[in-house]
């Protein structure tokens, strides 16, 4: 077990372009998370998976984002034309559902929309 | 809606000497209560959590923290600490009714000096 891995750490983007993160849980976790973590403040819930079923999406969550978890492995987070108010560290998560609460978190990957 | 609100951003403290986080929620509905720690490049970890039962609940490595109802509060401590405990503190909640999505406060920074 490997925990939660997360790809890329680091991507810096020019305004307007694309970008995709993918997130790798912990193999047996059924639920995955995205949270977004700016300068400054906790990590702020985007969506969640529970296998392959998107299940919910935060209203943070703007049409310019979308997420997948097929076949219900990894998970990908795409950003569409990029603004600078993207900056941020996009943390993925994974659960068992019924695990107490003990989310894994991976590192993270830092957004810089430049 | 469940919100967090951590008191203090900075705390400075000497190595070996006490530290308290302070934390309070608000939320309609019964929770569950969290602490994570961020160490420097390094993804959340679960540091401890209440669920139900006794109201102090306590980590591996010497923190402590306890739920108070009537003050709605889940405050850290640690009597004495290390170098080591250098790291981002987050408090979080989620409703205790099957929720999945965790609140998180803004976070306190913790800066143990020798």
């Known amino acids: 077990d490997t925990g939660v891995s997360q790809n890329p750490r680091h991507k810096i983007t020019k305004r307007g372009q694309n970008v995709t993160f993918r997130c790798d849980p912990i193999s047996e976790h059924n639920r995955l998370y995205w949270y977004r973590q700016t300068l400054g403040q906790g990590p702020e819930f985007l969506t969640y998976?529970?296998?392959?079923?998107?299940?919910?999406k935060s209203r943070l969550l703007s049409d310019r984002f979308s997420a997948e978890r097929p076949k219900g492995s990894f998970s990908t987070l795409e950003i569409q034309r990029t603004e600078q108010g993207d900056s941020a560290m996009y943390l993925c998560a994974s659960s068992l559902s019924e695990s107490s609460y003990g989310y894994t978190f991976g590192s993270g990957t830092r957004l810089t929309v430049v | 809606a469940q919100s967090v609100t951590q008191l203090d951003s900075q705390v400075p403290v000497f190595e070996e000497a006490p530290v308290e986080l302070r934390c309070n929620y608000s939320s309609s509905v019964s929770v569950y209560l969290f602490w994570y720690v961020q160490y420097p490049n390094q993804g959340l970890q679960l540091l401890l959590k209440y669920l139900s039962g006794s109201t102090l609940v306590e980590s591996i490595n010497g923190f402590e923290a306890e739920f108070n109802k009537s003050q709605t509060s889940f405050h850290l401590r640690k009597p004495s600490v290390h170098i080591s405990d250098t790291a981002e503190y987050f408090c979080a909640v989620t409703r205790s009714s099957n929720d999945y999505k965790l609140s998180f406060g803004a976070g306190t920074t913790v800066t143990v000096r020798a």
């Open positions: 998976f529970q296998n392959e079923a998107q299940l919910e």
